[in-house]
């Protein structure tokens, strides 16, 4: 019996290992099983070597998938001094966890713990009658006034970002715009930032410092983004009685297998994390020591997901992945919701997050031109028109500001990956849009 016993253990064993996500990541298949071109996907070699050997970028990895089936997967450069970048490498996705915890949040809807419609006051009662900032004409005094919000905000608004809760780095994007400038001075009076900073307090803790303050818009009256997946996050650790760490091991990555996905990441780890290289796009590229750093009114340490306290998972920014990890939810997102025999979302569920419009005829500017609209989490393209470096009409996708990118275009059945860990954020775009392009171009059929 003991002997079977130890069969049996090393069949499962060999099983999880075998699977994507377990051990090894993914080999990539001839692209020509997937109607893609090995030529033309060639041409992502000479831009990322370049990109490297020009040290506008310290590395990368590229992964594109179609069918189900990684076609293309390689890494560039260089991880940190010395450490080659590797398939698993392990990259700060930042804004890239909001997909993540979108897809949290509609599992308690699906489950009925929570409606869209809820106020957010339900879940979290220091945002009980929000007030409104609100600019006055130049040389008023005092220059601006709080008005009372019109409606509460909702869950809705969290996921669709209409729910007046920005950065405070927007402020340096908009210099001349006394909303955010005047927002910024309440945000820095309360120590509000992103949370990628070694911190001993919860991101409960800013939340409900967050509420407190004024928003800089009327609720669903304008896309603005920021920290309203932060405020989601704990929605989400209030309905399911879970802290969010622990809901997102149980029910997304543990089941999806994504096990190089973490909050703060295990000591064993640590040594696969890219370093963050600064770079002027020029030529001039280096490291980004460890410590707190302040580029304008963003402020991080790269050292985050491994020092401080280990109690704060921030729904909008706070976790760290790895190409083969991310592929899986990706491809469980353009699998209608399934992956393997597990699912996580219903078919009805994705169309709901990735397929509609619901910010109506307002425009989700950031990141994107007038082409784009917002779903729940995720840009949703809708004229292609408009964005000419993009995929087929209802392709999603987003972004985090250490320039991580992700594309899943349903038509063409295609995912394309860029993970860099490179600063500062505005200089990734113009490679992303070429990384696509060239991941477009590669279609064959």
């Known amino acids: 019996m003991q002997r079977h016993l130890h069969l049996v253990s090393a069949a499962l064993l060999a099983l999880c290992l075998a699977r994507p996500g377990w051990s090894e990541p993914p080999s990539a298949i001839p692209p020509e099983q997937v109607g893609l071109s090995s030529a033309r996907l060639g041409h992502l070699n000479d831009l990322l070597r370049s990109e490297v050997t020009g040290r506008r970028i ?18 560039f450069g260089q991880a940190d001094d010395g450490k080659p970048m590797q398939r698993d490498t392990l990259f700060r996705i930042a804004s890239m966890t909001k997909p993540v915890v979108s897809v949290a949040a509609l599992q308690l809807y699906e489950e009925g713990k929570l409606l869209l419609s809820d106020p957010v006051s339900k879940y979290i009662p220091e945002f009980a009658d929000p007030r409104v900032l609100e600019i006055l004409p130049r040389g008023s005094k005092p220059p601006y006034r709080l008005v009372p919000a ?7 608004d969290l996921m669709r970002h209409t729910a007046g809760l920005p950065y405070r780095f ?47 818009g009327q609720p669903g009256e304008a896309f603005i983004y920021g920290h309203a997946a932060d405020v989601l ?3 989400v650790e209030v309905a399911s009685g879970m802290p969010l760490d622990v809901y997102l091991r149980k029910r997304i990555l543990d089941p999806l297998q994504m096990n190089d996905t973490y909050f703060f990441l295990p000591e064993d780890k640590v040594g696969r994390l890219s370093a963050i290289w600064q770079t002027d796009g020029q030529g001039q590229l280096a490291r980004i020591p460890d410590g707190v750093t302040h580029e304008g009114k963003f402020v991080f340490s790269p050292d985050y997901p491994y020092k401080g306290g280990r109690r704060f998972f921030g729904g909008g920014a ?6 083969p990890d991310y592929f899986r ?45 917002f779903g729940l989490g995720v840009a949703i393209e809708v004229d292609r028109g408009q964005d000419v470096d993009s995929g087929s ?21 295609k995912i394309t990956i860029l993970l860099t860990q490179t600063q500062p954020f505005n200089y990734h775009v113009g490679l992303w849009d070429k990384v696509v392009n060239l991941s477009n171009a590669a279609i064959a059929d």
């Open 233 to 235: 996050g704990h929605v």
């Open 170 to 216: 927007v402020a340096d994007w908009y210099p001349d715009d006394p909303l955010y400038q005047t927002l910024n001075t309440f945000y820095a009076e309360a120590d509000i930032d992103l949370g990628l900073t070694p911190s001993d307090e919860t991101a409960a803790d800013l939340v409900k410092r967050l509420a407190r303050l004024p928003l800089a």
């Open 58 to 75: 310290g590395g990368a990895v590229v992964l594109i998938a179609r069918h189900g089936k990684v076609a293309y997967f390689e890494p």
């Open 393 to 413: 009409i209802g392709t999603f996708e987003w972004a985090g500001i250490f320039s991580t990118r992700f594309s899943v275009d349903p038509k063409e059945e």
């Open 329 to 373: 939810f990706c491809q469980m997102l353009l699998n209608h919701g399934e992956l393997e025999g597990t699912r996580i979302l219903s078919r009805k569920t994705v169309e709901l997050m990735t397929a509609t419009n619901h910010i109506g005829d307002l425009h989700a500017d950031f990141l994107h031109s007038r082409g784009w609209k």
């Open 318 to 323: 706070g976790l760290v992945s790895s190409a």
């Open 150 to 156: 019109k409606r509460d905000l909702t869950v809705h």
